[in-house]
């Protein structure tokens, strides 16, 4: 469940659009300072989009929209919609007329077994691992909107990401953004042919002090029962 990810700025995004309308690499020079702001649900973001819905092949657009669907049934926002069941009905319109991406540097996922320390508490927590295209350039991920907010579509993890987590953002390849805006979206569902750079975020916790070598502890020796008179 991808929950975090770097982001572009406005400007950026649409740098990026003029790399995908003239098929150029989407190697993007961030502003100075080259910092990146991490993105969580329920903050705003620029995402790609069509200029409007439905199947027409319109003009792509920057737009700024929130990462997350509110939902009724529970307090938070669902900010993940697994490809397998997209097609229930929280999803079903968005996907079908509602299609965009979402451009980031990288997306974070918690490791499984390896633990860390968190940098504000000092609780173990599991240690985060930061996702990225090997030549640095821009990944995008697919995603789905409706109204003001956003959804990014999860999938089956590749060969890179599945020592790491159970799932993975749906990453497009740059010749893939046709078929996930406009096609059949099932195409897509295998990313084994998505490359990705794996770095833990965090180094692993310390393990407790090992006790080998130390004399165990002799329990009390016991007092035989007297027979009663």
């Known amino acids: 469940m991808c929950g975090r990810f770097t982001s572009l700025t406005y400007d950026e995004v649409a740098d990026v659009i ?16 080259a910092t990146r702001p991490n993105v969580y649900p329920k ?18 657009v920057p737009a700024e929209l929130q990462w997350g669907f509110p939902v009724e049934w529970q307090q938070g926002v669902v900010f993940n919609t697994r490809i397998e069941s997209a097609g229930k009905p929280l999803w079903r319109d968005s996907l079908a007329q509602r299609r965009c991406l979402v451009p980031a ?12 320390l968190s940098p504000r508490t000092q609780k173990p927590m599991k240690r985060p691992y930061e996702f990225s295209l090997p030549d640095g350039s821009v990944l995008l991920m697919a995603a789905i909107w409706k109204e003001d907010w956003f959804s990014i579509l999860t999938t089956e993890p590749n060969a890179s990401v599945a020592p790491v987590h159970l799932r993975m953002p749906l990453v497009i390849a740059q010749n893939e953004i046709e078929t996930w805006l406009h096609g059949d979206y099932g195409t897509l569902i295998d990313r084994s042919a998505i490359n990705l750079t794996a770095t833990p975020e965090l180094p692993l916790a310390q393990p407790p002090s090992s006790t080998a070598g130390l004399p165990l502890a002799q329990p009390p020796t016991s007092t035989p029962k007297l027979p009663l008179i």
Do not use: C, Y
Request: net charge negative; charged share 30%; hydrophobic share 40%.
């Open 18 to 33: 003029k790399g995908i309308e003239m098929s150029a690499p989407l190697n993007i020079m961030p502003d100075w300072p």
């Open 43 to 60: 903050m705003r973001v620029t995402v790609i989009r069509p200029d409007g819905e439905g199947d027409a092949k319109e003009k792509l």
């Open 105 to 116: 540097f990288s997306f974070f996922e918690p490791h499984q077994g390896e633990m860390a």
